[in-house]
């Protein structure tokens, strides 16, 4: 797999590999030369599109093709008149075209993850796939698998998924094939180990440039967990991939030729194109020998005063020969193959004119003429609908005491906590901190997705009170709410006291963005006074949770305290989500995409910070070794053996289950302990990783009286030999059955699903003994038991 440096001239390349200063906890050796694609796996045709289409271009247009450019989006590939090109529109991000207006807020990350449904999911992608497709963008920056969500911390866990790499890998598959069914590129970002905010860019401390943060990796970690939701979107057929700010093993994400050309390129078999995170290049020709296809931005002068390190550069190099025309073809064909074969040249809607408003670059700076068509909406009554669902979907019961829930038709309804307001600061949370316009993290208003690259702008949120509201109208119930937090800690409450409520409904907020990591996990803004006051007012006190997760609760053994519902982000329907869980129109079905420690001390913190490397001039100061490998979240928890206060994979239903008759079926015994060499690789690695080995199969029943939906779970415990956690998620699937009925479900497990990573003979590999199998609810709650012998 690992190839050896072929090139001559790199020694800056190499030298930037391998960290001089610091000890490295994980090493990403030099791979060269940069994989060419084939377009196996289907892309064969559009290949050839591609390859008709480099013959005409002259190498400046080449050098055009990977750099970007000003223009209305995001980011901008420059059109080529001559050959009928209009250039690319690359717009933000994971939940909604976040440059446009008359555009849907979704879901968040978040939120899919703890829905655990990948219909949803698919559906969702496809939606947001049909939206950029409406406002003419091509590639839509999202989904986000890295981070993963290594520490509870992260700032921008939200727009991912899940820390577990099983579920992660589920869903950014199925989210690729959403948004790539509506004909639009996905760019999953960013790869790789981009597992803090803290220190994701270089800084300068005393004149002196301080090296973005290391994630240092080692290669089982690697490629068990952080790499493995990758190879899934890469399966699934994602256009493109963004490389990180951070450094992995001491070399930068952009231009590690280990993690762009030996892990992505050659093993997993990307044949699509990889872009830099927003000037996250740090070199030209050393970048592009490493991998890197496309430079974003690219030649921008007013946010730094550097041209790009590829434009004009690229032409140079490839005429004074330090560049091969070979390589440059190849990631023009990377780039332009995709758009082929999503059919982008033919009738895709011109950039929508909203878009140059809040661009990246003032109109000042483009060198191109781009079409600009009308303002479009693009929303849709079903997007709407998909949105509550998911909301509902991902919204997780925790506490269910003495019947609170579902509401029946309380007729005095108490509703308190900022989190429960409409919006008072307007509708785009696009920085992340401070005091500038726009900042997400303001007191009163409900907290429907996070800040940064990754927010939405509302076109209208439905918020909690809102809903309730109009819940209670429907019926004559009175609602009486305190939405002012401050007013609330100074007593506010006092005022019910003579008409107390029959259900005091709390809501609280965790704010989260890209450029800064959490520095609690406990709901802001005095969540814990606000509680413990409601629940003296009232023994029936609901707790709702929006926002980031995971969030440790102090007061969750407060007997007043009868329901605790962690609600997530789930977008612009955040009301009407959270009306139709607390009323029971819909079951709560999601489970917990994460563990709820007891204290915020007891989870692994891990990320790198403190006062000593902040004002450290050594420039590689900033080193986060990865040395709990595997066993993040639950994994560690259940390492340690630790009590959790909600386990992962954990959730309430309004109805009960039973899980029944665990089978195991294997396809043949004695399987080669290693996938054939000689198999192909297509994208996603080797074929015969992906080939069914083993199925489980399992009965669900709902043994309640309501109608509703759970999640059997499967989780794997792997012998010593493979050096795995105790237990990891290996199956999953959102059921949904009718009072009394039961059914039955399959599991089928891949040749990796079964294998762990022998770093000796860089293989998956198959242990020889017998794995267990155990089978129900969370992680926690597994009834079944089985064990299963390839
Ligand atoms: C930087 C963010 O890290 C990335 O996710 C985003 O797509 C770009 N900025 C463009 O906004």
């Known amino acids: 797999m690992v190839r050896t440096l072929s090139l001559v001239g790199l020694a800056a390349t190499v030298a930037a590999q391998f960290n001089i200063n610091h000890t490295q906890y994980g090493t990403s050796p030099p791979v060269y030369p940069s994989p060419q694609m084939s377009g196996a796996g289907g892309w064969e045709g559009a290949l050839e599109k591609a390859q008709a289409f480099l013959a005409e271009l002259t190498t400046e247009e080449k050098a055009q093709i990977v750099t970007g450019t000003a223009g209305p989006c995001v980011g901008n590939i420059g059109p080529i008149e001559r050959l009928s090109f209009s250039g ?47 406002k003419g963008a091509h590639v839509a920056l999202g989904p986000v698998v890295g981070p993963l969500s290594r520490s509870p ?17 589920v869903l950014v598959e199925e989210s690729v094939y959403g948004i790539q069914s509506a004909g639009v590129q996905a760019c999953i970002k960013h790869y790789i180990g981009n597992e803090q905010e803290t220190q994701r860019n270089p800084s300068t401390v005393n004149g002196t440039t301080i090296e973005a943060i290391s994630s240092n990796v080692d290669d089982k970690t690697m490629h068990e967990t952080y790499l493995w939701p990758f190879a899934n979107a890469v399966r699934a057929g994602t256009a493109s991939i963004m490389c990180s700010y951070n450094r992995i093993n001491g070399s930068y994400g952009c231009q590690n030729s280990k993690t762009l050309n030996g892990l992505l390129k050659d093993e997993l078999g990307f044949q699509g194109y990889v872009m830099s995170d927003w000037l996250a290049t740090h070199s030209g020709v050393a970048s592009i020998e490493a991998g890197l296809d496309m430079d974003m931005p690219g030649g921008i002068t007013f946010v730094i005063p550097n041209p790009s390190f590829f434009g004009g550069n690229v032409t140079t190099a490839v005429n004074n020969g330090s560049l091969s025309t070979q390589r440059v073809d190849d990631m023009v064909l990377r780039i332009m193959t995709p758009y082929f074969h999503l059919k982008q040249d033919v009738d895709f809607p011109p950039i929508d004119n909203f878009s140059s408003r809040l661009g990246f670059f003032p109109a000042s700076e483009y060198l191109y003429n781009f079409t600009l068509g009308p303002i479009v909406d693009v929303r849709q009554e079903q997007h709407a609908q998909l949105i509550r669902d998911l909301g509902a979907a991902g919204t997780v019961l925790l506490k269910n005491a003495n019947g609170a829930l579902p509401l029946k038709t309380p007729k005095n309804i108490g509703v308190f906590g900022n989190d429960a307001a409409d919006l008072t600061q307007g509708q ?39 809903a309730i509201k109009a819940r209670g109208r429907s019926y004559g119930a009175i609602v009486q709410y305190i939405t002012d937090n401050e007013y609330l800690t100074l007593g506010g409450l006092a005022a019910l006291a003579p008409a107390p409520p029959e259900v005091c409904i709390v809501f609280l907020k965790s704010w989260a963005s890209e ?134 994979g954990f959730g309430l239903s309004y109805t009960t ?65 493979a050096n795995a956690p105790h237990r990891s998620l290996r199956g999953f699937e959102k059921v949904v059955l009718s009072a009394g009925i ?17 770093t000796r003979t860089q293989q998956w590999t198959l242990p020889t003994g017998a794995i267990e199998v155990h089978a129900g609810f969370s992680s926690r709650n597994l009834p079944l038991r089985g064990s299963l012998t390839v």
């Not at 992260?154 to 992660?168: I, K, M, T, V």
């Not at 959490?518 to 005095?526: D, F, H, P, Y």
Request: aromatic residues 10%; hydrophobic residues 35%.
């Open 88 to 134: 690319l529109c690359l717009q933000d991000g994971p939940l909604a075209i976040r440059q446009a207006i008359y555009a849907s807020v979704f879901s968040a990350g978040l939120s899919s993850a703890a829905s655990w449904d990948r219909r949803l999911v698919r559906q969702r992608g496809a939606y947001i796939g049909a939206e950029f497709r409406g």
């Open 428 to 466: 785009y949370s696009l920085s992340s901190t401070g005091t500038t316009l726009f900042q997400g993290d303001y007191n009163i208003g409900t907290l429907a997705v996070g800040g940064g690259s990754g927010t939405g702008r509302f076109t209208y949120v439905v918020s909690p009170l809102e």
């Open 153 to 169: 911390f992260g700032g921008r866990n939200w727009e991912g998924f899940s820390p577990d790499s099983y579920l992660s890998g």
């Open 657 to 721: 289950f039973n899980i029944s008759n665990l089978q195991v079926q294997v396809n043949g015994s004695n399987a080669s302990r290693t996938p054939n060499p000689a198999a192909p690789v297509r994208p996603g690695g080797n074929i015969e990783l992906w080939a069914t080995l083993a199925t489980v199969s399992v009965t669900v029943s709902n043994t309640g009286s309501v109608s509703g939906a759970t999640v059997p779970q499967l989780y794997l415990s792997y012998p010593e030999e």
């Open 742 to 758: 039961s059914g039955t479900l399959n599991f089928p497990l891949t040749r990796r699903d079964l294998s762990y990573w022998d």
């Open 515 to 648: 450029g800064s990591d959490r520095s609690t996990l406990i709901a802001e803004w005095n969540s814990t006074v606000i509680v413990n006051q409601t629940a003296t007012l009232c023994n029936n006190t609901v707790v709702v949770l929006h926002g980031a997760a995971p969030n440790t609760m102090p007061w969750r053994d407060n007997p007043n305290v009868t329901a605790i519902i962690a609600a997530h982000m789930p977008g612009q329907e955040s009301g009407n989500s959270i009306a139709d869980i607390l009323w029971g129109d819909v079951d709560p079905s999601g489970r917990l995409p994460y563990t709820i420690a007891n204290e915020e001390t007891d989870y692994a913190k891990n990320l790198v910070n403190s006062t000593a490397l902040v004002t450290s001039t050594d420039p590689d100061a900033w080193q986060a070794d990865f040395v709990e490998g595997n066993l993040i979240d639950y994994k560690e928890f259940d390492a340690r053996n630790a009590s959790v206060a909600f386990e992962f």
